[in-house]
Structures are given as structure tokens and as C-alpha cells.
């Protein structure tokens, strides 16, 4: 049996659920291992990984609405 990569119709439901979260949130990349069973997110702080669709948009949410850090402010822009 030789080895096969990428998408198979067995799990076409859970690359289209991870399709559609990277969608939701750009700047993020998602993807479903067949393999492992897991869910994966990447940004710019690693690499992340949930054994479910719902993990998985929790923490894309977290990921990309997060408050920022206490003391950090945004200065407003200054006009020349």
C-alpha cells in the first residue's frame, strides 16, 4: 500500500471546517491532519494544535481579538 497525501474524500467535512476558520480569520493557517486526527493553527507565535472543530475556533478567536496587554496603548497618528 503506498502512502497518500493530502485530501481525501473520507474527511472532506473537517478540511472544509478548517477551510472555512482560516477564512474567518485571515492571517492565521489552519489545516486538518489526516493522520492525527487534530486540527492545526499557525501564527506567528507557533504552532497550535485542538482534537476538535470547535478548539480549534475558540482559540482562532482568542488568537485574533485577544485584549491587548496591560500598558500597551496605540499612539494617534501625528501630523506633520
Do not use: K
Not at 472544509?16 to 492571517?27: F, L, R, W
Amino acid at each position: 500500500m503506498t502512502a497518500r497525501w493530502g485530501r481525501t474524500p473520507r474527511y472532506a467535512a473537517e478540511h472544509t471546517a478548517a477551510a472555512n476558520v482560516q477564512a474567518a480569520h485571515p492571517g492565521l493557517i489552519v489545516w486538518f491532519g489526516e493522520r492525527s486526527g487534530h486540527f492545526y493553527l499557525m501564527d506567528a507565535e507557533g504552532l497550535h494544535e485542538r482534537d476538535s472543530i470547535d478548539g480549534l475556533t475558540l482559540l482562532a478567536w482568542w488568537r485574533t481579538h485577544r485584549p491587548r496587554p496591560r500598558g500597551s496603548w496605540s499612539s494617534p497618528a501625528v501630523r506633520t
